[in-house]
């Protein structure tokens, strides 16, 4: 028999590929005992892959603090083209005379994404817009008219770059979209940019060591990685 107390705390998942959050999130209540609540602090598109922390019986409560909590990446960005969705999801259009760029201008064009940023969300995003997702209207053709908005990027380094992919580690605060980074940094540097690849690599104090995968999840030892949810994140 399942222990209720047990079931009260985070699991850190390291979400694989091709998944939604809320699928994985659902993977892990399957395991559960019937009737346990359970969410996530901090959606990750299906793409993305990573630390994605699952929210247990009464650390369902923490949700707000767990979102609040700052969050770091790893992403590759492609310059040279753009996609409709800012990321490989949708097809790429290649910009028109679109050259390398040197290394010494994307630095320079990076320091302007560090600090406190107006930006604006992907067309294709979860926010909702006169009570639709934002996603759902640019589906159809229809503009989203999503204005910008101020987010907190506290680091952003060039880990590496060969035309015209680069690597970055990226440090933010919620409501950051790294997809609006690429496709801000390839308009500064006018030759467009997208997302190619992105990992979570910490949520507050949750780090990718934590994480466990989501296929070595079994019902009988689930206990065992529940972790508590009261300690005090850093970053």
Same mark, same amino acid.
């Not at 959050?21 to 005992?33: E, F, M």
């Not at 767990?66 to 960005?77: F, G, I, L, N």
């Given at each position: 028999?399942?222990?209720?107390?047990?079931?009260?705390?985070?699991?850190?998942?390291?979400?694989?590929?091709?998944?939604?959050?809320?699928?994985?999130?659902?993977?892990?209540?399957?395991?559960?005992?019937?009737?346990?609540?359970?969410?996530?602090?901090?959606?990750?598109?299906?793409?993305?892959?990573?630390?994605?922390?699952?929210?247990?019986?009464?650390?369902?409560?923490?949700?707000?603090?767990?979102?609040?909590?700052?969050?770091?990446?790893?992403?590759?960005?492609?310059?040279?083209?753009?996609?409709?969705?800012?990321?490989?999801?949708?097809?790429?259009?290649?910009?028109?005379? &679109?050259?390398?760029?040197?290394?010494?201008?994307?630095? &320079?064009?990076? &320091?302007?994404?560090?600090?406190?940023?107006?930006?604006?969300?992907?067309?294709?995003?979860?926010?909702?817009?006169?009570?639709?997702?934002?996603?759902?209207?640019?589906?159809?053709?229809?503009?989203?008219?999503?204005?910008?908005?101020?987010?907190?990027?506290?680091?952003?380094?060039?880990?590496?770059?060969?035309?015209?992919?680069?690597?970055?580690?990226?440090?933010?605060?919620?409501?950051?979209?790294?997809?609006?980074?690429?496709?801000?940094?390839?308009?500064?540097?006018?030759?467009?940019?997208?997302?190619?690849?992105?990992?979570?690599?910490?949520?507050?104090?949750?780090?990718?060591?934590?994480?466990?995968?989501?296929?070595?999840?079994?019902?009988?030892?689930? &206990?065992?990685?529940?972790?508590?949810?009261?300690?005090?994140?850093?970053?």
């Amino acid at each position: 028999m399942f222990e209720e107390k047990k079931f009260n705390g985070v699991i850190v998942l390291d979400k694989p590929a091709g998944l939604t959050s809320a699928r994985a999130v659902d993977a892990v209540k399957r395991l559960l005992p019937r009737g346990t609540k359970v969410g996530h602090a901090g959606t990750l598109d299906p793409f993305a892959t990573g630390v994605l922390v699952v929210l247990v019986g009464g650390a369902t409560k923490l949700c707000e603090t767990m979102m609040d909590r700052p969050k770091a990446y790893e992403a590759t960005v492609k310059l040279g083209a753009t996609t409709a969705t800012d990321d490989l999801e949708s097809p790429e259009t290649v910009t028109p005379g &679109a050259m390398p760029v040197e290394r010494a201008s994307v630095e &320079a064009a990076l &320091a302007h994404f560090r600090g406190t940023v107006m930006q604006r969300p992907p067309d294709y995003s979860a926010i909702k817009v006169a009570g639709r997702r934002a996603y759902d209207l640019a589906r159809r053709g229809k503009e989203t008219a999503l204005g910008e908005r101020p987010v907190n990027i506290y680091r952003v380094e060039l880990l590496a770059y060969e035309w015209p992919a680069l690597d970055l580690l990226i440090e933010c605060g919620r409501g950051t979209y790294v997809r609006s980074i690429a496709r801000d940094l390839g308009e500064r540097l006018r030759v467009g940019g997208y997302l190619t690849r992105l990992r979570r690599t910490r949520v507050g104090e949750f780090t990718e060591a934590d994480a466990v995968k989501l296929d070595a999840l079994r019902r009988e030892t689930i &206990a065992d990685v529940v972790r508590p949810a009261t300690e005090k994140a850093h970053g």
